[in-house]
């Protein structure tokens, strides 16, 4: 009989299960979705009981699948969107809706450690940059705001409560705990400091276990196993380089929608002495490097809603005008931005615009300030000591050959696509296989994943984005202390 683990990916919008096999192959997959609540105040949530039944209802229809093809279900792995943060009862139901990365009501509490010399130590020892999307912001917010919640809750992470619900027992693991600010990356443990500021203390918070520990399933899912192990599993950034196989030294992942992130994998936890990127485990010992950007492909959307026109059609207009977009510089910063600055509050902002340019450069240099974005961010990866030779890329960007050619040529090198259709769920199955013991290492993974086309950068571009860089750093610095000045 065939053997599957079920990854169990738990996203912004929706829940997929996905059955994979030893080989990472990719047998069936299912998927059911739920709201993102949003208000003007800043709040953006999940109804963690929606999101519950969501992944049973994933869970039951991949299992009906195995049992109708002889499919043998071995394990279940998790994984989920990171920085998640609900407060649970002492009878295991939420008391709060799921904050997700994009709840952004910590600013004021943020801003009391952005830029201290408290809040870099804090960076250094957690990994996890100062930041309102990071739990340690929002526990210091409900400290504030909701003090008797804040000091009787238990506190999790969704992917978290999705596991309790599973298994009975409420546990977090290691990669998804260096996503909350709260972790000690080198001690493994939970941080004292971070606790303080937070306003919590550690018998709140999950017990801490390794991304391959498991605990058996107690949870009625039809064609299942009662007892079968459920897998910790890790954060949907660090699996989804796990997933692309980009889990060796040198190769990093670049993923482009929405928003993006590069990182990298080494074997030992910590960030650069700037504080300008991320640094997130995912198991055996591996800690990706990296940092996300708030705006990606959105970029383009935008310009495409404010002149009326698809992103398509707007994005073939802008591939026909030169390298520098006429003279036009973007900081794309329409939905502030994270690594490297992890500001919550920039703008963006364009340069050198005229009345002869039309909305083709306007979006060349949108697209171009991406690329730039995630340039800072390899140079800060890369001013670690830790080496990138090779870039795996993924993302419904790279189908526009605008987005593909500006960031080979912004980053230097060429680029390897790769299916991310699976992404983060293979990345969490192939924990699974590695908890039972089928992988006798994590960077197997790399030799289990083959990319598809690459993408070459163009010569002139990449000698103009090279120039150009540092003055997008210094334009950033220039409107920071201008807003500051004005009191904007």
């Known amino acids: 009989m065939a053997e599957a683990v079920l990854g169990v990916d738990l996203g912004t919008t929706a829940t ?4 994979v096999d030893r080989s990472a192959r990719v047998l069936f997959s ?8 949003t208000t003007p105040s800043g709040e953006a949530t999940h109804d963690p009981l929606q999101v519950v039944e969501a992944a049973f209802l994933a869970l039951r229809e991949v299992a009906a699948w195995c049992v109708s093809s002889d499919v043998d279900v071995v394990a279940l792995s998790l994984t989920g969107a990171m920085h998640t943060l609900l407060a649970v009862g002492a009878d295991g139901e939420p008391l709060t809706g799921s904050l997700s990365w994009a709840d952004n009501r910590a600013v004021e509490e943020t801003a009391l450690l952005r830029g201290t010399e408290a809040g870099a130590a804090l960076h ?20 504030r705001h909701s003090p008797e919640l804040a000091r009787s809750a238990r506190w999790c992470g969704l992917k978290d409560f999705v596991g309790f619900r599973l298994t009975g027992r409420l546990a977090t693991e290691h990669s998804s705990g260096s996503g909350t600010g709260l972790m000690d990356i080198h001690r493994l443990a939970w941080h004292p400091e971070s606790l303080a500021f937070a306003g919590i203390e550690a018998a709140q918070l999950p017990e801490l276990l390794a991304p391959t520990d498991s605990f058996p399933l107690t949870a009625d899912v039809l064609g299942i196993r009662p007892g079968t192990p459920v897998v910790m599993g890790g954060g949907d950034g660090p699996l989804a380089n796990l997933g692309v196989g980009a889990v060796v030294p040198g190769v990093a992942a670049l993923s482009l929608g929405t928003s993006g992130a590069l990182r990298v994998v080494r074997d030992q936890p910590g960030v650069d002495e700037r504080g300008r990127v991320f640094c997130y485990g995912i198991a055996d010992g ?8 708030s705006n990606g492909g959105v970029v383009a959307q935008w310009a495409a809603d404010t002149f009326s026109v698809e992103v398509s059609v707007l994005l073939e207009e802008a591939a026909g005008v030169p390298v520098g977009a006429n003279g036009v510089l973007a900081l794309p910063y329409l939905l502030a931005e994270r690594a490297p600055w992890w500001d919550p509050d920039p703008r963006a902002t364009l340069i050198g615009l005229r009345k002869e340019h039309t909305r083709a450069e306007i979006t060349r240099a949108l697209v171009e300030g991406v690329g730039q974005q995630l340039a800072l961010v390899l140079e800060a990866v890369r001013s670690t000591g830790a080496a990138v030779d090779t870039v795996r890329v993924t993302g419904g960007a790279f189908r526009s050959e605008l987005w593909a050619v500006v960031l080979a040529s912004a980053l230097g090198m060429e680029l390897e696509l790769a299916d991310d259709s699976e992404g983060s769920g293979v990345g969490a199955a192939l924990v699974g296989w590695r908890a039972l013991g089928v992988l006798s290492s ?33 334009v950033y610095g220039a409107l920071r202390d201008l807003k500051v000045e004005l009191g904007g």
């Open 30 to 37: 299912a998927e059911h979705g739920y709201p993102l609540h």
């Open 16 to 19: 997929k299960v996905i059955a």
């Open 124 to 143: 250094q020892v957690t990994g996890t940059p100062i930041h309102p999307f990071a739990p340690l912001s929002k526990l210091a917010w409900f400290s």
């Open 286 to 293: 591996l800690w990706v490097l990296g940092g996300a950007v």
């Open 442 to 474: 994590l960077t197997e993974a790399a030799e289990l994943v083959v990319p598809g086309r690459r993408i070459l950068p163009d010569a002139e571009a990449v000698e103009y984005y090279a120039r150009v860089l540092p003055v997008v750093e210094r």
